[in-house]
């Protein structure tokens, strides 16, 4: 039933990923979170048709992983909110980004009823307190910790972290969208996705020289989050 009705978005639209994206999302949350990313890849050729996922590639990425959600740890310790908000948004992105580099987004999507029901709050932790972040920082990092066990030579590799990404999506998606005005959350990310759609393709020593990372050109400008009051709102 799913690879139908993948098969029937597909055949009825464009050749271009972003544009089946926001056929399969149906909601504008859901295309801001999934088509941000898309349309940032789509940009600069990283698609999972131009080039093969690689298990250099999946070690990147669980390092782009890693160090969001250290960076989420460290806003956690300084009870820094902005920061909080900015590292599960990038966590998000990245986790989105690999399962579109590994060509299982469509299915990602499709289960998004379980992305946006999947409620933090029936974990019983109801309060934006310390103990609450901690809690979803060690979820996050607790499948994170998983995925890096994976060996990509695995018959089951792409089912397995197909599985994980899931999860870690889903736990994104149900902090955001349950704690945030929809309408804000969107502009949010949306001004993430621009600022990196002006970034180039380079490598960065400290993400292990990656030769397909996304890196920020000289004059890059970092995005601003100027009459948006969702940064009060935690």
Known sequence: QVKSEINNIITSSSDSDYDIALLICKNPLLNSFFGGPIKVYEKFGLTPSKIDYSEKEHEFRIKCLYEEINELNDAIVANDHNEI???????????IGTTYRMDTWQNTILSHPYHINK?????????????????????????????????????MFYEIVYDILKEVISLSIAYLSNTYDHAEIIEYYDRITNANLSKEIGSLTKRGSFEIDLVKPTGWKAPTFDGLSINQQI
Do not use: G, H, P, Q
Request: some cysteine.
């Open 85 to 95: 908000i900015d590292a599960i948004c990038d966590t998000l992105v990245f986790a």
């Open 119 to 155: 409620s933090l709050y029936d974990l019983a932790f109801v309060n934006n307190d310390e103990a609450f972040y901690r809690t979803l920082e060690y979820m996050l990092r607790a499948n994170i910790d998983e995925l890096s066990t994976v060996k990509f030579d695995d018959s």
